[in-house]
């Protein structure tokens, strides 16, 4: 599969890349990605995300809990890809959000191919239409006193704070398919 590369600012002259993603991570889920030690890459599925303009930097926003072995990857490269799966693929996102990397390989299982990236050391998933290749510039613990008890009750009863990577994009891929149709 061909992918365009456009630089971290270029995505976003395309309104419709963000839509998507935004689309995509809030219906189906899309995938983070990072390298395990073993040189495996591992995708997790994500529904929480945030991206646009932070200290004057393209970033995307990934929200981890420790518990995952994708907070151990993540820890280790100190990067990540976000991958934007197209809608035949809603089953993989489904599949990498229920299974754990310690203790399956799921892109064989799923027959994915990893996108080699320019900038960074994890890969991407070349099926996907759209990869943010993503450097952590800084990150923060979610702290129980910082919400309202409702946020703590639903999201956190056991105690498993996330914690928020703020990547800065310094590439986007975008499937050679994906980007011929945009509007």
């Not at 971290?8 to 998507?20: C, F, G, K, M, T």
């Not at 959000?97 to 890969?123: A, C, F, Q, Y």
Request: hydrophobic share 40%; net charge negative.
């Amino acid at each position: 599969m061909k992918h365009v590369k456009l630089n971290p600012d270029e995505w976003l002259h395309y309104p419709a890349l963000a839509r998507e993603t935004y689309y995509r991570m809030t219906s189906e889920g899309i995938l983070l990605a990072a390298q395990a030690a073993d040189g495996r890459l591992n995708a997790m599925t994500i529904g929480w995300g945030l991206f646009g303009l932070v200290w004057g930097r393209p970033l995307f926003q990934v929200l981890v809990r420790p518990s995952r072995y994708t907070y151990q990857c993540i820890e280790r490269t100190s990067d990540y890809t976000v991958c934007v799966l197209p809608p035949e693929l809603t089953e993989v996102a489904t599949y990498c959000g229920t299974m754990s990397g310690r203790d399956v390989d799921k892109l064989s299982e799923k027959d994915l191919t990893i996108l080699p990236s320019t900038h960074i050391t994890s890969g991407g998933i070349a099926q996907a239409n759209i990869v943010f290749e993503c450097k952590v510039v800084h990150y923060n613990e979610v702290q129980a006193p910082a919400f309202p008890v409702e946020i703590v009750t639903n999201y956190y009863p056991d105690g498993d704070w996330h914690r928020i990577y703020f990547g800065e994009i310094l590439g986007v891929s975008v499937s050679k398919e994906f980007f011929d149709s945009l509007p």
